[in-house]
């Protein structure tokens, strides 16, 4: 149902991957400073999983796009057709 499905995910890891590559790389640079705190290592996670959630958040935006409509307006259908 998804278009280009595993050309997504790959581009989608390799975002995700970086993201990784480059908390753990500011975590330990961070890590020969005085400034190794809770407070700041909290603030680099909160920014890496924020970053994290943008690349799902646009994700999910590709999926729906690349999605045959015809498929989702009939199972739309199905489904107000059960309720009730």
Known sequence: MIQ???EL???KT???GQILAD???EMEKLSETD???IDNIEKLWVGADER???IIRETSSEIIEKMDERKIIKAKKKSIGTKG
């Open 4 to 6: 280009y499905k595993k």
């Open 9 to 11: 995910v790959h581009e």
């Open 14 to 16: 390799n975002k995700l």
């Open 23 to 25: 908390y753990v790389e």
């Open 35 to 37: 400034g190794f705190t």
């Open 52 to 54: 994290a959630s943008e």
